[in-house]
T-cell receptor, first 114, second 115 residues
Framework: AQSVTQPDIHITVSEGASLELRCNYSYGATPYLFWYVQSPGQGLQLLLKYFSGDTLVQGIKGFEAEFKRSQSSFNLRKPSVHWSDAAEYFCAVGASDSSYKLIFGSGTRLLVRP | GAVVSQHPSRVICKSGTSVKIECRSLDFQATTMFWYRQFPKQSLMLMATSNEGSKATYEQGVEKDKFLINHASLTLSTLTVTSAHPEDSSFYIC???????????FGPGTRLTVT
């Protein structure tokens, strides 16, 4: 069965420091992969997505993610974190049955130290 | 483009009553809509998938008689929580996708509190 693992429940970084949020997936074929961000009490905003092609994907707000098939990973990175990046981040994989369903990881809460 | 709204953003209801949450796609035709439930500090759990004009498909463990979903038009889906109980208190989020789209567009969510 498909699954998504985000091993870090929360991460704290200092403002200006680099960030990497981990995501591992379990999937039999080439997955559709997504990263979303959620601010408290809000819906989800898409940061970036990977379907095929270049394995380094650029997203909004300076985020990027790299698809590594050999490691079944799709880690999210940002070179310099801003205080406004503090939020919950969800990795998701698209279901294999063409239903448009998403399977979400458990999320990583990012805290930013001033 | 691709904006999804939800109404209301917050609702408080008494135990035993029913409450309806609306999900609208404002600038595209949503052939498929999804309803999620999110408990505090947890991930999104898919409740059901609805295609316009069809009955919703519920995920395992979701009571279809309790969570009534209607997708009567290409821009509107509703979730009705019937005979609500305090354990139904949660954050409900809808999303929508249209023909040819390769992602879901999420609404801002509805906070339901059952007293």
């Amino acid at each position: 069965a498909q699954s998504v693992t985000q091993p870090d429940i929360h991460i704290t970084v200092s403002e200006g420091a680099s960030l990497e949020l981990r995501c591992n997936y379990s999937y039999g074929a080439t997955p559709y992969l997504f990263w979303y961000v959620q601010s408290p009490g809000q819906g989800l905003q898409l940061l970036l997505k990977y379907f095929s092609g270049d394995t380094l994907v650029q997203g909004i707000k300076g985020f990027e993610a790299e698809f590594k098939r050999s490691q079944s990973s799709f880690n999210l990175r940002k070179p310099s974190v801003h205080w406004s990046d503090a939020a919950e981040y969800f990795c998701a994989v698209g279901a294999s049955d063409s239903s448009y369903k998403l399977i979400f990881g458990s999320g990583t809460r990012l805290l930013v130290r001033p | 483009g691709a904006v999804v709204s939800q109404h209301p953003s917050r609702v408080i209801c008494k135990s035993g009553t029913s409450v309806k949450i609306e999900c609208r796609s404002l600038d595209f035709q949503a052939t498929t809509m999804f309803w999620y439930r999110q408990f505090p500090k947890q991930s999104l759990m898919l409740m059901a998938t609805s295609n316009e004009g069809s009955k919703a498909t519920y995920e395992q463990g979701v009571e279809k008689d309790k969570f009534l979903i209607n997708h009567a038009s290409l821009t509107l889906s509703t979730l009705t929580v019937t005979s609500a109980h305090p354990e139904d208190s949660s954050f409900y989020i809808c999303s929508a996708t249209g023909q040819g789209a390769d992602e879901q567009y999420f609404g801002p969510g509805t906070r339901l509190t059952v007293t």
